[in-house]
Structure formats: C-alpha cells, structure tokens
Nanobody, 121 residues
Framework: QVQLVESGGGLVQAGGSLRLSCVAS????????VGWYRQAPGKQRELVAT???????NYADSVKGRFTISRDNAKNTVYLQMTSLKAEDTAVYYC???????????????WGQGTQVTVSP
C-alpha cells in the first residue's frame, strides 16, 4: 500500500514562514511528478507548485517568489517552503504524487490527507 502524509501546517502571522513536508511510504518503485495544491473554504482546489523527477519546478503566479518546492528523493519527501505568508494563503494544503508501485509496476496518482495552514492578518 502506498501512502502520502503531509505535515508542517499550523497557525502563523502574516509575513511568517512555514515548511510543509509530504512523505511517501509503502512499496514504491519511483515517485514521478509531485504537486502541492490548496483549497480554501468555499473555493476550488488550486495548484500551488509542481516539481518533476528531474527537479524542474513550476509555481502559481500568486506564490512565485514566496514559495519554494523541493524534493529529497532518498527520503521520498517533497517540501514546500512558504515565506512572506499572507492571509489569502490560508487553506488546506494537499500533496499529490504520481507514484509507480514496486509490486505491479503500475503508476497512479495519490493524494495526502491535507494539512491546514492558517495565516492571521
């Protein structure tokens, strides 16, 4: 069984920083592209940042220059470093990864359970 678990969310004042982690576990052959998404109350889930296997990154315009996505392949972990946080960054943040399973060599998209980020004005 493959699982994604996010952590690192919390309450922070505007201008502050948080680092989110997404750890993949289970019988994994490889982790391909990974993305961080967020969903604020009453809004649709939106893409925040992505990172490919080779490390190529992409960001939503709203977070460019403030958020950094990175990965540690040895630890099956992807991070989202968030700085200069704003009240509008408040949301549940989700990790999504395309993972190839070891036991059947098939790839599927997996989601974590989400971690709450609350930025106070």
């Amino acid at each position: 069984q493959v699982q994604l678990v996010e952590s690192g969310g919390g309450l922070v004042q505007a201008g502050g920083s948080l680092r989110l982690s997404c750890v993949a576990s289970g019988r994994i052959l490889s982790i391909n592209a990974v993305g961080w998404y967020r969903q604020a109350p009453g809004k649709q889930r939106e893409l925040v940042a992505t990172i490919t296997t080779g490390g190529t990154t992409n960001y939503a315009d709203s977070v460019k220059g403030r958020f950094t996505i990175s990965r540690d392949n040895a630890k099956n972990t992807v991070y989202l470093q968030m700085t200069s946080l704003k009240a509008e960054d408040t949301a549940v943040y989700y990790c999504n990864a395309r993972i190839t399973r070891l036991y059947d060599l098939r790839s599927d998209d997996y989601w974590g359970q989400g971690t709450q980020v609350t930025v106070s004005p």
